[in-house]
Nanobody, 112 residues
Framework: QVQLVESGGGLVQPGGSLRLSCAAS????????MNWYRQAPGKEREFVAL??????NYAESVKGRFTISRDNAQNTVYLQMNSLKPEDTAVYYC???????WGQGTQVTVSS
């Protein structure tokens, strides 16, 4: 079955860290660019980070704090999130852009 399954979300204090995982199945994730998006309550889904074979890109709001990476042996994409802020609170989604595939999302809440 072709799917993406995110995990690793939770509640963290401001300044803390989390690592999100996106486990791919039914296809080889390393053959595709892969994205992380997020959606905060009452807001539209927004781009967070992209990893391709040769590069990675980030939204300005997370640049320098978040790092996207892959483990090809595990067929998994990661998002390391450091120096978290309350405005990072959202549901985080893993995405394969083409052909389009989304995971179910994982909740990240940054609060004291």
């Amino acid at each position: 079955q072709v799917q993406l399954v995110e995990s690793g979300g939770g509640l963290v204090q401001p300044g803390g860290s989390l690592r999100l995982s996106c486990a791919a199945s039914g296809f080889t994730a390393s053959a595709y660019p892969m994205n992380w998006y997020r959606q905060a309550p009452g807001k539209e889904r927004e781009f967070v980070a992209l990893i391709s074979r040769s590069t990675s890109n980030y939204a300005e709001s997370v640049k320098g704090r978040f790092t996207i990476s892959r483990d090809n042996a595990q067929n998994t994409v990661y998002l390391q999130m450091n120096s978290l802020k309350p405005e990072d609170t959202a549901v985080y989604y893993c995405n394969r852009p083409l052909p389009a595939l989304w995971g179910q999302g994982t909740q990240v809440t940054v609060s004291s």
